[in-house]
């Protein structure tokens, strides 16, 4: 699929670009795969929510049949696992279409601007935030191990902001991962209790709270500060 930066934010799941008669094989099935993917982005992120779907509703809701949901899925479990990569490839997008014109900013600004466009990415439409934050949690092994290895993705690119700062001699250095670990683990926690309520706040407040959390981690003094 191609999913252009528009369609990311708007929150639509787009096939390739193709006419809309006369259709190849190969177009007609991407039309079909997008159809269940936005009835899954419905059912899951809006409601009920994965564990209260069934394929039936899937299939009603994309208005196809349950034989043409197992030419693309072989279980329900398999189009939560494609959401949850596709919710986590928009938020990534939001931050690297950024990240080339922060790179001459201080740290404090650059990691400002690249955590709000993560933020944007992932919160910008509910649907991605709760199947990110809520709907993934404890469905299996399998996508218990896709849930952490994008986590460790998160880690590992925020791990490389701060070295690069570092190298530039604009914070000290230090070994940054249990700080990326610690801050990625806030976003999961918040994100989620936020999403299921259990936090009353506006989208804005969990995002500034969030950000004076890395923030006041980078501007801790150096242990072996001057005087």
């Known amino acids: 699929m191609h999913h252009g930066a528009e369609d990311a934010v708007a929150g639509r799941i787009t096939p390739a670009a193709g006419r809309y008669g006369g259709r190849s094989a190969e177009e007609r099935q991407a039309e079909r795969r997008r159809r269940f993917l936005e009835a899954g982005l419905d059912l899951f992120g809006g409601g009920p929510g994965y564990r209260a779907t069934r394929i039936t509703d899937v299939c009603r809701a994309a208005g196809l049949s349950s034989r043409q949901f197992y030419e693309e899925f072989h279980t329900l479990e398999d189009l939560l696992a494609e959401l949850h990569l596709y919710v986590n490839d928009v938020a990534q997008r939001s931050v690297l279409a950024v990240l080339p014109q922060v790179r001459h900013l201080e740290p404090i600004d650059r990691c400002t601007r690249l955590f709000r466009a993560y933020a944007a990415g992932a919160t910008a439409d509910p649907r991605h935030t709760r199947i990110a934050f809520v709907e993934i949690i404890g469905v299996s092994p399998r996508l218990d191990r896709q849930r952490l290895d994008r986590r460790a993705r998160w880690i590992d690119f925020l791990c490389e902001q701060l070295d690069d700062a570092a190298g530039r001699g604009e914070i000290p250095p230090r070994d940054f991962r249990i700080t ?11 994100m989620h209790d936020w999403a299921v ?26 242990e072996e500060g001057e005087g």
């Open 197 to 222: 309520g259990w936090v009353d706040a506006t989208r804005d407040q969990i995002v500034d709270e969030l950000l004076l959390m890395l923030l006041g981690r980078l501007q801790v003094p150096d």
């Open 180 to 190: 990326a670990a610690a801050f990625i683990g806030a976003i999961n926690g918040l």
